[in-house]
C-alpha cells in the first residue's frame, strides 16, 4: 500500500514567537520556517494528549492533473494524534505527531488506503548562565506537497520521506555578545523510481553567527553557512557558501520579526559557479488577545525538482491567521505564493508561479470533543502547459481527546 496525507496545512506549520538573544534559547522551526531565533510557542507545561480523529471530503483533482485530465474522488479515514510540552526555568520541550490513513474512492492508480506520518520535537535547554542548546527536527512519511517547507515536489505524485534536525548551541561571550553553532541534516526520499532517481538526495549545513544585543529587544548578527547537498543518482552535487547580515527585534510586546539578506555561492560539480542573492524574513503580530497573524518569506536558490534544468531560484512567502471566536469556536486562514525561475540546460528558461489557500474551522463541545471543517485551493501556472492544475479540496471531521 502508498501512503498519503491530506492537504497540506498551514496552520499546522506556524512560525513562533522571537526570543531574546541572551536569554534561554528556544527551538527554531522547520524547513524553510526555520527563520530567526523562533521557539514553539510552549506559554506552560501540558500533560501527555492523544486523540482519536475522523475525516471524510471531496477532492476535485487528486492527481494534480492540467485541465481535462483532472480525477475527482471522494475519500474518508481517521487517525491517531499526540502532544506533550513542558517548561521550567532552563528547559522548554514539545513533541507533536500523528498518524492517518486515508482510502480514496479512485486516484491515477484506482482505488486505495495511503498513509501519512508527521512528527516534530522542538527543544530549548540553558546549561548554564552563558551556554545553551537547542534543537528542532520534523520527520515525515506522506505524499502531499508542503510549500512552505519547501522539501518535496510541487505535485501529488507519490509517497515520500522527508527528515529534517537542527542542532544549535548558543554561547554567551559577554552579556551583549553571544556565538550561535549549528548543524542542520535535510534529507528526502521518493517511492516513485523517476522521482527517486531526480530527487534522492541528503544536505548538510553548518552555521556560525555572531549575535550583538544592541538593547532588550534588538540584535543584530552576521552570519555564515555552508552547505553540501549530494543525490543519490542524479548528477546535480553542489555547495553552498552563505553571507547574510540580519536583525531580530521585539518591536513591542504584540509584535516581533526576524530579518537577514545577502549572498549565496553556488557550486555544483558540473557547472560552473555562480552567485545568487538570498533573503529571509518573518514578522508574527498579535492584533487582539483572540487573533494571531504569522508571516514569512525567502528568496534564494533551491533544489530543482525538475529534470533538465541546472538550478531554480524561487520566491516563497506564506500568512496565517488564528482567531479564537468564542471560547468554543476557533477559525484559521492560511495563503502561501511560491514564484519559481528555472535556469535551463541547452533549453529555454522556464518561471512557474503556485497559489495555496487554506481555511479552517472548529467548533469545541467541550475541551475533549470537536467538530471541525476545512476547504483548501491550489493552483499552479507554467511555461509548460502540462504542470498547470488547478485543485479544490473540501473536508468535515470529528475529533475527541484523552
Not at 512567502?317 to 484559521?332: A, F, K, M, P, R
Amino acid at each position: 500500500m502508498k501512503a498519503s496525507s491530506s492537504f497540506p496545512s498551514l496552520v499546522a506549520i506556524a512560525l513562533a514567537s522571537l526570543g531574546h538573544l541572551i536569554s534561554l534559547p528556544t527551538a527554531e522551526a522547520q524547513g524553510l520556517l526555520g527563520i530567526g531565533q523562533y521557539g514553539s510557542e510552549i506559554g506552560k507545561a501540558q500533560p501527555l494528549t492523544m486523540s482519536v480523529h475522523g475525516v471524510a471530503g471531496w477532492d476535485s483533482n487528486v492527481n494534480t492533473a492540467p485541465s481535462g485530465q483532472e480525477i475527482d474522488t471522494f475519500f474518508g479515514g481517521g487517525g491517531l494524534s499526540l502532544g506533550y510540552s513542558m517548561a521550567n526555568d532552563t528547559t522548554r520541550f514539545d513533541l507533536n505527531g500523528g498518524l492517518d490513513a486515508l482510502y480514496y474512492d479512485e486516484t491515477a492508480q484506482g482505488g486505495d488506503v495511503f498513509y501519512n506520518t508527521r512528527f516534530t520535537a522542538n527543544l530549548g535547554h540553558q546549561i548554564s548562565r552563558r551556554l545553551s542548546i537547542t534543537n528542532n527536527g520534523l520527520f515525515a512519511y506522506e505524499i502531499e506537497p508542503d510549500y512552505l517547507i519547501g522539501a518535496s515536489a510541487a505535485f501529488r505524485n507519490d509517497q515520500y520521506l522527508y527528515g529534517y534536525n537542527r542542532t544549535a548551541v548558543w554561547f554567551s561571550l559577554t552579556d551583549l555578545l553571544a556565538l550561535v553553532s549549528s548543524y542542520t541534516i535535510e534529507g528526502v526520499r521518493y517511492e516513485d523510481d523517476l522521482l527517486s532517481f531526480r530527487e534522492d538526495r541528503l544536505s548538510h549545513y553548518f552555521g556560525e553567527q555572531l549575535r550583538y544585543a544592541l538593547d532588550r529587544q534588538t540584535s543584530v548578527r552576521a552570519e555564515y553557512r555552508y552547505g553540501m547537498t549530494r543525490y543519490d543518482q542524479a548528477p546535480l552535487d553542489s555547495d553552498a557558501h552563505y553571507f547574510l547580515a540580519g536583525i531580530d527585534r521585539n518591536f513591542s510586546e504584540y509584535t516581533s520579526g526576524s530579518f537577514a539578506a545577502g549572498a549565496e555561492y553556488r557550486d555544483y560539480d558540473r557547472f560552473d559557479a555562480f552567485w545568487r542573492p538570498y533573503a529571509e524574513a518573518g514578522i508574527r503580530h498579535r492584533v487582539t488577545e483572540d487573533i494571531t497573524v504569522r508571516w514569512m518569506g525567502r528568496a534564494g536558490l533551491e533544489n530543482n525538482e525538475v529534470f533538465g534544468f541546472r538550478d531554480r531560484y524561487t520566491y516563497r512567502t506564506g500568512v496565517i491567521v488564528e482567531q479564537t471566536v468564542t471560547s468554543n469556536l476557533t477559525t484559521n486562514v492560511g495563503v502561501s505564493y511560491l514564484h519559481s525561475e528555472f535556469d535551463a540546460i541547452g533549453a529555454p528558461d522556464r518561471t512557474e508561479d503556485a497559489v495555496l489557500v487554506n481555511a479552517g474551522l472548529a467548533y469545541h463541545f467541550n475541551p475533549n470533543f470537536e467538530v471541525n471543517a476545512g476547504y483548501s485551493f491550489a493552483t499552479y501556472s507554467s511555461d509548460e502547459t502540462e504542470r498547470e492544475y488547478d485543485r479544490h479540496r473540501i473536508t468535515v471531521g470529528a475529533k475527541a481527546s484523552f
